[in-house]
């Protein structure tokens, strides 16, 4: 009795604690989202009412589309944030296939330098990489914002799935050797698919600072058709006046791809966690 | 399937074959030939390299120095997928996001085989080994038993000029390794493909090699990895160091060391002086090794066999008894070593810890090696 009774509490704490969490979490998101629907008074009177028909008003969001092309921003954060995932993805894989497969001079230490990027922020490199694109005729195009992202996330995701394929049994990647298999063939017919949880987590990591980015955005591709939805956002932050119906009707439209994207990569994220577990 | 192998001779070649990493040899100066069709098994304890030289062979592994032919073509820079041959590895390594079925297809279908004759031959191979009703699983939901007879299969299908088998059998539990041993051997002998199997089981060699290498770490090897190779039953009769004597047979041959007159052996235990049939040259010093097997000493039971004993009566202490149902084994102290006796006991007669007992060993029956070399003696017919 009394050890179904200390499980009963110790579940009911746990849970406060992250219900508790999960709130803190959740209501900047919930307030942003509902005074998105509401006039500009309502949203200066009354912060945490909800949307009713008395304070209603989309006047956000046509402010949104009519101003600016924020069809075009969101289809340029698309892009670079997918372009670079999926080159973080690739490179990350194939040089951790590399380090944690191949006995070579230098392993360890080439290791340690990809690793190194984890530790050094890419933004103290700032001046050089606007010098470099300036030089490279790159300024003011996705492609200067997808090398810099890549070049960000790499170092962590080489690091993480480097450690999760070695992982990945030898005899497994001997048996395609075996079978006729390139090594090619084995990265990608055997070991990604078993390193999938690992590719969701890094996907995840790398993907959301790269949405929510506006440093790089700002000062590398700040021009109208290169604009990244954060950084068209800013339009509506005056020095003199903010026009936080339209600030919030944007921050809630950019929400929506980006939740989109981690609840694809959270199924196989959980999936990679239970795996071992449920068999 | 049915007409056995590829046919082409696959004969496996080392020549003076070495393995070093580093700067520590791990096989050195092996050379040995492994026939067209013969199951050939690799055995020794662990660390003696019985699994790096299958993994040459397979190509897994590089090869340090010497030469290593397959079929008559030297393979040293080969990578695994030209040299025709199928493994099957200890932990199964079947590909866990793959059915079975696929698991057994994809060798053939990275050789971009036709569909109707993968068909075919993952048809044959799954009614050959009882794979069909588990053909749409997972292997994760499959036994270990279930999973070891799909990579059984995977190799099958490829129809390889060799197959390759690491310790297969050890993750399998006592009972269903004896029947898989069998299935193997009947297996291999219907296909008549050249076949390689590494174990560190002796009774797993005896019973499905038509030959045995016996292989040795170096520390205690030497020259060469390589203790002796020959059919189960050379290594049983006439072992030719006191490694492999040791090594096969279980339980295993007792070797002491004995004093030397002549052609007379002395030692504490023994009851009179026991004279070396003639066919042994006497070695070189006055010390000798003598092994017995278990089975070839006999308990001298009552006083009329104690008066008849013929050969060679020894006398001691009786340490512990351990009954295995078919037979009893007794270990019997005869001051500084412990001789086995493996013969039948009725209840009546089963001795106690503790009691003085005499056992005559077959003096036919005896293995003499040098003390120095470790080597047998030279024998005459």
Sequence with gaps: MTKARTHLGRSIAAHAILITYTLIALIPVFVIVINSFKSRKAIFAEPLALPMPGNFDLVGYTTVLEQGDFFQYFLNSMTVTCASLFFVLLFGAMAAFALSEYRFRGNLLMGLYLALGIMIPIRLGTVAILEMMVAGGLVNTLTALILVYTAQGLPLAVFILSEFMRTVSDDLKNAGRIDGLSEYRIFFTLVLPLVRPA????????????????????????????????????????????????????????????????????????????????? | ????????????????????????????????????????VFVGPSGCGKSTALRMIAGLESISQGQLSIAGRVVNDLPPKERDVAMVFQSYALYPHMTVRENVAFGLKVRKMPAAEIETRVAEASRMLGLEPYLDRKPKALSGGQRQRVALGRALVRQPAVFLFDEPLSNLDAKLRTGMRAEIGKLQKRLGTTSVYVTHDQTEAMTMGDRIAVLAPLAEAGESNLMQCGTPLELYDRPQNVFVARFIGAPSMVVFEAGRDGSALSHPAFKAPAVIPARWTPPAGDRVLVGARPEHVRPLLGGSARAQAQGLVVRGEVEIVETLGHEVLVHMDIGGGTILIGKSFTHATLPAPGDVVEAEVDLERLHLFDPATQQRLAEGV
Excluded at chain 2, 27 to 35: F, G, K, W
């Design chain 1, 199 to 279: 590719m969701a987590t890094v996907a995840v990591f790398t993907m959301i600072p790269i949405w929510n980015d506006l440093w790089f955005p700002l000062i590398l591709a700040p021009s109208e058709e290169t604009k990244t939805i954060t950084l068209g956002s800013q339009v509506f932050i005056g020095q003199f006046v903010t026009n936080w119906n339209a600030v919030l009707a944007a921050l809630s439209l950019a929400i929506v791809p980006v939740l989109v994207l981690y609840l694809i990569f959270s199924r196989q994220l959980i999936r990679g966690i239970t795996a071992g577990a449920v068999k």
């Design chain 2, 1 to 40: 399937m049915a007409q056995g192998g590829s046919g082409s001779g696959a004969s496996i070649e080392f020549a003076g074959v070495h393995k070093r990493y580093d700067a520590v040899d791990v096989i050195r100066n092996l050379s040995l030939e492994i026939r067209d069709g013969e199951f050939m």
